[in-house]
């Protein structure tokens, strides 16, 4: 029997299933965590901002990258100091993520 899948994106199947196969290896090794956010404060407010706008840079003079897109995102989620909002700055690391391995995967091998 065959079901449905949730996924739409081409590729984001089997990411999740990475993820899930990774996040079944930390809870055997270190259980369920819970931890403070550590979020929020000015100065990381400060350098989302400053990478907010070396990402555009980067992309306005034609040299952007992955990892300037990715640093712009992770800066956001430690200068977000509201729960949904951090959540949802969360989830668009791990698109961001999903996409550059969705890019990845689309080369060609060495």
């Not at 089997?14 to 979020?39: M, S, Y």
């Amino acid at each position: 029997m065959s079901y449905p899948s949730i996924f739409t994106t081409p590729g984001v199947r089997a990411f999740a299933e990475e993820i899930d196969t990774e996040r079944q290896r930390q809870l055997a090794k270190f259980g369920d965590q819970h931890h403070p956010d550590g979020t929020g404060n000015k100065s990381q407010q400060e350098y989302a901002d400053m990478r907010r706008r070396w990402c555009e840079a980067a992309f306005g003079s034609g040299y952007g990258t992955w990892a300037d897109i990715l640093a712009e995102e992770v800066a956001e989620v430690e200068a977000e100091r509201d729960p949904a909002r951090l959540r949802a700055e969360l989830v668009q690391v791990a698109a961001v993520c999903a996409a550059w391995i969705a890019d990845i995967d689309s080369r060609p091998a060495p």
